[in-house]
């Protein structure tokens, strides 16, 4: 039934992943350790948390040198900056008759910025920090 007055504010579909607490990676999860999936899974899943784990020295190190400067802008500023980087792939991946074999220590580091850009743009929705502060 209706009543009158303000509305319910509806939460997002995200809003479960944006409150639920994150803990962070100290070290390589050793294979055994990821359950029951065949080899070629737990190869993979080890190569992740790998990904994950450089991603995250990246992200350290800038963070403090630039001292949380992605909080000016907020999760916009780091949308911008996933796009951004995102166009930098066309040149140096999909335009190359080498699917950017020749180009690959760059398109990893392009690849490890897209990665904290999406967990930072998260960071700053978890924070509400839409426009930057």
């Not at 100290?26 to 992740?48: A, H």
Request: proline letters at 10%; aromatic letters at 6%; charged letters at 25%.
């Amino acid at each position: 039934m209706f009543t009158p007055g303000k509305p319910k504010e509806q939460p997002t579909s995200a809003e479960p992943y944006l409150s639920a607490p994150v803990e962070p990676p100290t070290k390589e999860v050793p294979p055994e350790s990821l359950g029951p999936y065949p080899p070629w899974m737990q190869e993979r899943l080890s190569q992740f948390d790998k990904i994950c784990l450089s991603s995250r020295k990246v992200f350290e190190e800038r963070n403090m040198a630039y001292e949380d400067a992605i909080s000016a802008t907020g999760s916009i500023g780091a949308c911008v900056e996933i796009v951004s980087m995102a166009a930098r792939l066309k040149p140096l991946a999909i335009r190359t008759g080498d699917g950017g074999k020749a180009n690959a220590q760059k398109l990893v580091e392009i690849l490890k910025d897209i990665h904290n850009y999406t967990n930072i743009a998260i960071m700053m929705l978890q924070d509400k920090n839409y426009l930057g502060k």
